[in-house]
């Protein structure tokens, strides 16, 4: 017997993106086996930017409306990095930079991933390309805000990177992808 075998696998829902049920039979480290069945909400692959201007040492962050975070009791507008998901076809460098157009109105002359990091292994079946990238205000295209027709309704939020990290301490930033991405840029100073 394989490590894992699955043994069937049922669509739950084909709504924003599918949840499937999975039926698996697992051998365990003692030898035996053992019979499970998971919920996964299948994401793919995603991409997060926090831009970073050097110069006045300050920080491009979006603040948009999230409902896990409004049945959580925190929210409903939580501040985060520029994010997205990527297309068929499309590689995280390119939808980074696309969203960077779209959320925050921003042209990003070079980004760099850092870190590619599972969002929560345990149920989401999501990669997320984190990356970094320097701006200086002559590289704004545009206001930002988002594509209305996906529903988004973004505001651009731009603070220095020393606030940005004491929002995290005070639980103001509580998105995981923007604390590793703010963490980057303070170590990397």
């Not at 960077?100 to 991933?113: I, K, N, P, S, T």
């Amino acid at each position: 017997m394989a490590a894992v075998e699955i043994e069937a696998v049922e669509t739950l829902s084909e709504g924003w993106r599918p949840l499937r049920r999975y039926r698996l039979r697992q051998r365990r480290r003692d030898g035996s086996s053992q019979s499970l069945q998971r919920e996964v909400y299948a994401l793919g692959h995603a991409t997060a930017v926090v831009p970073h201007d050097p110069r006045r040492d300050t920080v491009l962050l979006v603040r948009q409306f999230r409902l896990p975070a409004l049945l959580e009791g925190d929210g409903p507008r939580l501040l985060e990095a520029c994010a997205g998901m990527v297309d068929p076809g499309e590689t995280p460098e390119q939808t980074i930079r696309k969203e960077a157009r779209q959320e925050l109105g921003l042209e990003l002359a070079a980004v760099q991933e850092v870190m590619a990091a599972y969002s929560s292994p345990g149920v989401v079946q999501e990669v997320v390309h984190l990356f970094a990238a320097d701006y200086d205000p002559a590289d704004r295209t545009g206001t930002g805000g988002g594509l209305a027709e996906e529903g988004e309704e973004i505001e651009v939020v731009e603070l220095p990177l020393a606030e940005a990290w004491a929002l995290v301490g005070r639980r103001e930033i509580m998105d995981a992808k923007t604390i590793l991405l703010l963490q980057h840029l303070l170590l990397r100073r």
